[in-house]
């Protein structure tokens, strides 16, 4: 069979797995142009229209991967959470509960440099419908319930100095959360700096001190 016959025999349709990733980077495509929206002008602000045009795509493209921006808005805050996730499920480690407390700072402090953490933050999740605001809040309490697990553990394994695990979890998570608010891709510090110095700055007071 010659080249010619053979290109004209062949599929025109893609494989399942090429087809499903095509769809997977268009999904991301979306994700990425609305979450930089959101981010620079307010979810509010951003229109359908708008999201289409900077990809360059019509309209109705976009509702084949997602019904509206409010789905959109959905993904992105979701998406940031398994980033976050996965890292946290890859490094946390083993040790002491400080040692493995500072290690989760430096992977939410990290990730709250990136757009997609500050879409944990900055985007509002009042905007969305009652059960997609359950499936965040039930997000939100199971990192809470980490952050206090590893105080508590830190506490029990003396590594951290007695201490209400509730409240020293609320004071860590709301200094961390507030990077999303300040951080700028060309400040003086690099994710890295920002990431070491929270982590010593915010256990500084839990660190058990035996001398």
């Not at 083993?94 to 989760?104: D, F």
């Not at 590893?150 to 209400?164: F, K, N, Y």
């Not at 999303?180 to 070491?196: F, L, N, Q, S, Y």
Request: with cysteine; hydrophobic share 40%; proline share 3%.
């Amino acid at each position: 069979m010659t080249g010619s016959a053979a290109n004209e025999n062949a599929s025109p349709w893609l494989p399942v797995e090429d087809r499903e990733k095509a769809r997977d980077q268009k999904i991301e495509a979306v994700q990425d142009m609305a979450l930089t929206l959101f981010i620079e002008q307010g979810y509010h602000h951003v229109t359908m229209n708008e999201v289409a045009e900077r990809l360059n795509v019509t309209k109705p493209a976009l509702y084949n991967y997602f019904r509206s921006k409010e789905d959109i808005l959905y993904s992105c805050w979701m998406s940031g959470h398994e980033r976050l996730q996965q890292r946290v499920g890859a490094e946390l480690g083993e040790g002491s509960g400080l040692a493995r407390l500072r290690r989760l700072i430096r992977i939410y402090a990290e990730t709250m440099t990136t757009t997609y953490g500050k879409s944990l933050v900055l985007l509002d999740d009042r905007d969305l419908d009652e059960i997609n605001r359950r499936a965040i809040l039930e997000r939100k309490r199971n990192l809470d319930g980490l952050f206090r697990k590893l105080i508590a553990d830190g506490v029990a394994d003396g590594s951290i100095r007695p201490t209400d695990p509730r409240m020293a979890a609320f004071a860590i998570a709301g200094a961390l959360n507030w990077i999303g608010h300040w951080h700028r891709v060309d400040g003086p510090m690099t994710p890295e700096k920002i990431a070491e110095d929270f982590a010593q700055r915010l256990t500084a007071g839990l660190e058990r001190d035996d001398g």
